[in-house]
């Protein structure tokens, strides 16, 4: 897993609440087991036309969303079926850091445990953020996660919570394997103590 420990980026926004995870990875791109491409196909049926040409007014089609590691998303985001896809489409695309007032439980977790950090805003932080990036949508915001910031462009740092773990697995780039892993000859010198 990618290590993740600070990022400054533009933002790309998507102003649309109860995004399920059927939106962001339709199912039929879900008989793979396989990460790579999956960027492709995010949001397929929001950024493609039934021919497969782009949208043009679709967000991620638009050039400033080009390179944009962060998306700012409305209400409940990756509600809808368990699919560990659309963390790895978001991944795919670029995408490091999804802010919203709240995540679906299952995708929050799918998210953390593949190197996508979830940061969950207040109301009025989320809304100032949608009205920030439309008066400047090159705007960047820079979160540090040791510190749990989000910093504005304005310098204001916004608080966020994570739990202890999903930190520690994304500040040390390992998921829970990787972290259990760390502690090999701690576990074979118990196991060789208590045969």
């Known amino acids: 897993?990618?290590?993740?420990?600070?990022?400054?980026?533009?933002?790309?926004?998507?102003?649309?609440?109860?995004?399920?995870?059927?939106?962001i990875i339709p199912a039929r791109f879900l008989k793979t087991t396989d990460k790579a491409g999956l960027g492709a196909n995010l949001f397929a049926d929001w950024r493609y036309n039934a021919d497969g040409a782009p949208k043009a007014d679709f967000v991620l089609?638009?050039?400033?969303?080009?390179?944009?590691?962060?998306?700012?998303?409305g209400d409940n985001f990756g509600c809808g079926s368990s699919r560990e896809h659309a963390p790895w489409a978001l991944t795919g695309f670029g995408f490091r850091a999804v802010i919203s007032t709240s995540f679906a439980d299952i995708f929050r977790n799918n998210a953390l445990k593949n190197g996508l950090l979830p940061i969950v805003v207040d109301a009025a932080t989320h809304r100032n953020l949608f009205d920030l990036l439309e008066e400047v949508p090159d705007a960047e915001?820079?979160?540090?996660?040791?510190?749990?910031?989000?910093?504005?462009?304005?310098?204001?740092?916004?608080?966020?919570?994570?739990?202890?773990?999903s930190k520690a697995c994304l500040l040390n780039g390992v998921d829970e394997l990787g972290y259990l892993l760390n502690f090999e000859k701690e576990i074979t010198a118990y196991e060789a103590a208590h045969l």
């Open 1 to 23: 897993m990618a290590q993740f420990t600070s990022l400054t980026s533009r933002v790309a926004v998507l102003p649309v609440n109860d995004v399920d995870t059927d939106q």
């Open 61 to 73: 089609n638009r050039p400033q969303a080009q390179g944009a590691a962060i998306l700012l998303a």
């Open 141 to 165: 915001l820079s979160i540090d996660l040791a510190a749990q910031t989000v910093t504005l462009p304005t310098g204001q740092a916004v608080t966020f919570p994570i739990d202890g773990f």
